[in-house]
């Protein structure tokens, strides 16, 4: 059998227009646009192309956005003190450090600098313990694209076998804990997992975010399972280069029965959420939302 695939262009779309309707409205209301800055550090050409992609959305969407950079070098103090100098700025309401970060850059101390009210993809210790408590507040933009996709293609999870492969704390921890919200079963395989195939492939839903190409092929996939693939590699080829997920889709096509593709299933979707998720943080410290921003 073929998968059908699980595309995130119409429901980027649709949450795109939602993020542009409600800039207008904040727009009308506070009289400055809604603010976003990324902040990349290194050269990370997966991340990069990440930043960018953010960059051309948020202008369509009416959010003002500010792309920074880093050195590969800057130390763990230099990159706090770049994120405490966004946290100073009254006008910036959405502050998103791209991932990975340099080996030897404290990623923990990093993402605890960020102010908690404008911490887009809810890295902060205060919103991952909101988090994990079932708590109103900011989701993991890539774990809250996952779900969407989930919910838009109508794939019921409660009772169901949820694996999820990679535990980070931006994907496969928050993804995990959404999952089990929903009722779903889960299980988390990571680097110390001794037979990752053997897990995974007992699942129904997979979702695999771990930043290796091809880690997932054939073996590792339940007969008609549904696969998200959230990985984002970049590798070499005779064309320059081209973007891959952590699962092997050409093969695995045959086995699942649900498949993201890479690129083109939860990367719009994500930069979407983003957007969304800048304008609930803006709504909320302009005091136009009632209760801490949530997840639609």
Known sequence: MAASWLMGKALSERLRADASERSKRFVASVG????????????????????RSKGVAAAKAGIAYRAERLAADATTAEVVAAVQALNADAAIDGILVEMPLPRGCDTAA????IDPLRDVDAVTPANLGRLICGMPGPQPATPRAVMALLADAGIALAGVQAVVVGRSKTVGLPVALLLLQADATVSICHSRSRDVAAVSRTADVLVVAVGRPALIGPDGVK???????????WVDDDDGGRMVGDVDTAAVADVAGWLTPVPGGVGPVTTACVLVATIELAEHRAGMATASPKAR
């Open 223 to 233: 007969p008609g399972a549904v696969v998200i693939d959230v990985g984002t590699n």
């Open 32 to 51: 400055r646009p809604p603010a976003l800055v990324s902040l990349l550090v290194g050269d990370d050409a997966a991340s990069a192309a990440y930043q």
């Open 110 to 113: 990093v993402q605890a600098a």
